[in-house]
């Protein structure tokens, strides 16, 4: 089961709703194939705009969700009605929830220091009977070809289901890529912020914030010194690729009216 998709500013997305991604993942843990699933809002499109190799890394992936608002609108406004924002916290949540009653075995890798195991705890406490196989947390530094193999070596003999990946973009979708091959969990989700979100060790914004777009706006204000840069330059340079991409479809469409060969 691999949804449809659409291209968003050369990021192809996946039309779905949560029902159809967690009946996704469902489907490839029960055929044991080997599946990346990459969450992606403006963040992860404009950054695909300015590093072509990862935004095949995107395009390779089995599911894209659209994790922003944004991204959503925009689909919206090119036709597509079946798409609602897959934010990854809800995901992993939704996925966390159908667990203990099918036996769904999860590995967290990624977080700073404690953070994998607070997440392991505040969701095992919500959910009696989740079985967390694993837990990793990585030096923010490159491994070196041992410490790779045996993170490897590590994950593999714990026989996951679901191999969450909290390393943010572009680091986790280049490292997702880079191991679909090697290691044998049917499914890896990068989740980026999900774990510190989940762990209780960062606020998320409120709903009315989330629905609205607003997101990027409560995080820039939560941590202003990391994130304006980042912000300074997404915003503007999306609103702006997204404007010329709806007047791009709206002169397409004119043009096949007038078309008389259109029919």
Known sequence: MTPARVDLLGVHVSLIRMDDAVDAMASWIAERSRRYVCITGVHGVIESRRDRFLQALH?????V????MPLVWLARRLGHD????VYGPDLMLALTALSPARGYRHFYYGGAPGVAERLRDRLSEAHPGLQVVGLIS???RELSAEEDEETVR????????ILWVGLSTPKQERWMAAHRERIEAPVMVGVGAAFDFLAGVKSQAPEWMRKRGLEWLFRLCSEPRRLWRRYLH?????????AAR??????GRQSQREDPRAA
């Not at 079946?82 to 924002?85: A, P, S, V, Y």
Request: proline share 13%; glycine share 2%.
């Open 59 to 63: 395009n390779r992936a089995d599911m």
């Open 65 to 68: 969700t659209p994790d922003g």
């Open 82 to 85: 079946h798409i609602e924002r």
């Open 138 to 140: 990585p030096p923010f």
């Open 154 to 161: 590590t994950i593999n003999e714990a026989r996951p289901d």
């Open 234 to 242: 997404i915003v503007p340079a999306f609103l702006v690729l997204a």
């Open 246 to 251: 709806l007047a791009s479809a709206k002169i």
